[in-house]
């Protein structure tokens, strides 16, 4: 498939996990990546496997510094002229009580997390409009934006906010063609949650998840593929679970009515 041919999409934490799936799927159906990490090596690997070669990008950058977001849109802009997809997955998770959470790491969480999906979103269809590009935004959000997830008080803030800002930027952006939608993963095996998936949680979320597994990142990174293709371009600020039916399942685990 050629969803994409001639698009170019940029995909931030692009080295690992699901930005890591979700280059990859946009390179074998023809679209320029750039795929922007603050692990260089990482993001180089990533394309160096992609299947299908073209012209693609790395970039190195930190997206919680405004200053790498912008040098990686002038960078893309000047050697594509366009941009059509943002995908902002590049997120941190940092684990701690909520009475225990310094305000530095709060800030640091929301800063890489919330702030960054903030900016490029908002700088990048700035230069939508002005080129008339009816572009894509796929931002990726969480499960606990809608769960709480104890000891994770700043990384579950900062998804709910990614949500929140979602929806009004879509409304704002839509006049314009441009939609903004949401992915919301359930559990899924990335490099981020290899410490937390120890046997006992994964036979624990085998248990509860209907489909009894957890997800693997090309099934994130199709979600993402869907809302950022033209089969996608009557939806906007909405937010796709991607989670096995954990959120809608409100039974109990073993046990019958």
């Not at 050629?2 to 890591?20: E, K, S, Y």
């Not at 690997?45 to 990008?57: C, E, I, K, P, T």
């Not at 200053?67 to 990686?72: C, K, L, N, P, S």
């Not at 903004?180 to 095996?189: I, L, Y």
Request: with cysteine; hydrophobic share 45%; aromatic share 6%.
């Amino acid at each position: 498939m050629t969803r994409f041919a001639g698009h170019t999409a940029i995909v931030t934490g692009a080295g690992a996990g699901i930005g890591r799936a979700a280059a990859t799927a946009f390179a074998s159906e023809g679209a320029n990546v750039v795929a922007v990490d603050i692990d260089g090596s990482s993001a180089r690997d990533a394309v160096a496997g992609f299947a299908r070669s073209g012209d693609h990008l790395v970039i190195e950058a930190d997206v919680s510094d405004p200053a790498d977001i912008d040098r990686t849109l002038a960078t893309t802009q000047e050697k594509y002229g366009r941009i059509d997809v943002v995908v902002n997955n590049a997120g941190i998770l940092r684990l701690a009580g909520a009475w225990e959470t310094p305000l530095d790491l709060f800030d640091l969480v929301l800063q890489t997390n919330l702030r960054s999906t903030f900016y490029l979103s908002t700088s990048v269809v700035r230069m939508m409009i002005e080129s008339g590009t009816t572009g894509r935004i796929v931002n990726v959000s969480s499960i606990h934006a809608v769960r709480s997830e104890p000891n994770a008080i700043a990384y579950t803030t900062a998804k709910a906010g990614i949500e929140g800002m979602s929806r009004t930027l879509a409304t704002e952006v839509a006049p314009h063609g441009i939609t903004v939608n949401c992915v919301r993963p359930g559990a899924t095996r990335t490099k981020l949650t290899e410490p937390i998936y120890t046997t006992e949680v994964l036979a624990a979320l085998d248990q509860r998840i209907p489909l009894k597994r957890i997800a693997e990142a090309h099934e994130i990174a199709a979600g993402i593929l869907f809302l950022a293709s033209d089969a996608a371009a009557y939806i906007t600020g909405t937010t796709l679970d991607i989670d096995g039916g954990y959120l809608m399942d409100g039974s109990l685990p073993q046990v019958r009515y």
